[in-house]
């Protein structure tokens, strides 16, 4: 009988929670994000974490894992909700807070019933997942340094030449110093931006796509040639 129970509480387990991080830019996903996922009763001030197996997968999928009656509270009003609060973080992104309301009925377990080896279980369930979360990270800004030189020639840096970007905002310029370095230290949160090059008798526009796993892009730029 023992056995049979603790096959019944394997079965019991069910998926209460999934979801997906992906990259708010490009939908990619985000493979090394921490998720915390935690629950607030009706009334309460303070969220607790929930008491849930937490799982992720290559593809930035997540899943909480547990016996609803045992994880999600029971006996609450019919017109009581039950708070989720995710907290997502990732290296180079942004802290991400989501809060999801759950009514009663949709955490309530129902009887229900499973066979293992010819053998029928009784269980209490719950229709799961009760939630799934898309949760779309921001990267952190970055900024980006480099040099302008002339006709590709790095021992010909170039003084005095304003670097700007123009898509998708336009920010200030900057200007490149003796040695031709120039820095724009916050970038737009894009995929990619606009830079306008121009010097005093040549300019050009780039398309920069930037890295978002550093702190600083690097880009050389030659005018006049």
């Known amino acids: 009988m023992s056995a049979m129970h603790n096959v019944g509480l394997a079965v019991a387990q069910q998926a209460l929670v999934t979801g997906q991080v992906l990259n708010a830019l490009n939908g990619a996903p985000v493979t ?16 607790r974490p929930l008491r849930a197996k937490l799982r992720f997968t290559s593809a930035g999928y997540f899943c909480a894992i547990g016996i609803a009656e045992q994880v999600l509270p029971q006996g609450l009003a019919a017109d009581a909700e039950l708070t989720l609060r995710f907290r997502v973080t990732a290296p180079r992104f942004e802290e991400l807070v989501a809060i999801v309301a759950l009514a009663a009925a949709a955490v309530t377990v129902v009887p229900d019933e499973g066979t293992v080896a010819d053998h029928t279980l009784p269980l209490r ?10 949760l779309a990270l921001q990267p952190l800004p970055v900024g980006i340094a480099g040099w302008v030189i002339s006709d590709h020639d790095f021992n ?11 898509e998708p905002v336009v920010q200030a310029p900057v200007i490149s110093d003796a040695q031709g370095r120039f820095r724009i230290d916050t970038l737009p949160v894009a995929e990619s931006v606009t830079l306008q090059v121009e010097g005093s008798d ?18 050389i730029i030659s005018l006049n040639g």
């Open 32 to 47: 090394a994000a921490s998720l915390l996922l935690e629950t607030r009763l009706p009334g309460e001030t303070e969220f």
């Open 125 to 134: 369930l719950i229709s799961a997942p009760v939630v799934h979360q898309v």
């Open 202 to 219: 040549s300019s050009t526009t780039i398309k920069h796509v930037i890295d978002y796993t550093t702190p600083f892009n690097t880009r």
């Open 156 to 166: 010909a840096p170039l003084a005095g030449v304003s670097v700007h970007v123009t």
